[in-house]
Structures are given as structure tokens and as C-alpha cells.
């Protein structure tokens, strides 16, 4: 929307966001097991595979934690459970935000939650 030259929203709130298809983070595969939802080899890798090639996997459209914060984006509440597999993403997601020294970021974590 930004890009476009739309109106952005006047915030954001995130649950569980896959903001990194490269699966760079370690909980996809620490915590493969532990998520019951969603079946890493059978589901994620596949999806992603589908969603966008792997050279484009880094896209920030694709890939939002490799997005440009510096210009302007809305206050945005990150939430993510500890026993997901999207568990990683959240504080990837957030140092990119920080970066951009964009202070409106919250990022909530809680315990024990998983996607039923």
C-alpha cells in the first residue's frame, strides 16, 4: 500500500505472522515438532516453494522482515505464542522495524500457546 501511494491503516496487529518464508529462523526448526498445525515438511517448505521461487524468497513483498522501515508504516502489535513454528519471526521482524528506528513496534509473546 505504502509503495503504492496508498493510504496506509492507522495500525497494524499481526498473530502469528510467517514474515520469512527463507525460514531463517531457528524455531521452524526447533519447534517443528512441537507445533501441531503445521506440518513443516508436508505444508510450509512445500507452500513457500509455491508462493514464490526461491530467488524472491527474500522479496520485502514476499518476505516482510526484509522490507524498508525507514519510510513510513503504521504502529504495528506483533503476537506469536512459544510453541509455534512462526515463533522466530516476531523478534526478526522487530530488530528490522528497530532498525528503522520506528519506536510505534510492540512485539507480544506468550507462553505456551499453539495454533489449534
Known amino acids: 500500500m505504502r509503495d503504492l501511494g496508498m493510504e ?4 497494524v496487529v499481526l498473530w502469528s505472522p510467517r514474515s520469512d518464508i527463507t525460514d ?8 517443528k515438532d512441537a507445533d501441531p498445525l503445521y506440518l513443516y515438511d508436508l505444508l510450509l517448505r512445500p507452500s513457500a516453494e509455491a508462493y514464490a521461487a526461491k ?3 527474500k522479496h ?15 504502529p ?6 512459544t510453541k509455534e513454528l512462526f515463533l ?3 523478534p526478526i521482524f522487530h530488530y528490522a522495524y528497530k532498525q528503522a528506528l520506528n519506536e510505534m513496534f510492540q512485539q507480544q509473546r506468550y507462553r505456551d500457546i499453539e495454533m489449534q
Request: glycine content about 8%; overall charge negative.
Open 76 to 81: 504495528t502489535l506483533i503476537q506469536a505464542g
Open 8 to 11: 496506509l491503516p492507522a495500525a
Open 24 to 31: 531463517t529462523g531457528d524455531s521452524y526448526h526447533t519447534l
Open 88 to 90: 522466530s519471526d516476531a
Open 55 to 57: 530467488k524472491d524468497q
Open 60 to 74: 520485502p513483498y514476499v518476505s516482510p522482515v526484509y522490507g524498508d522501515y525507514s519510510k513510513p508504516f503504521p
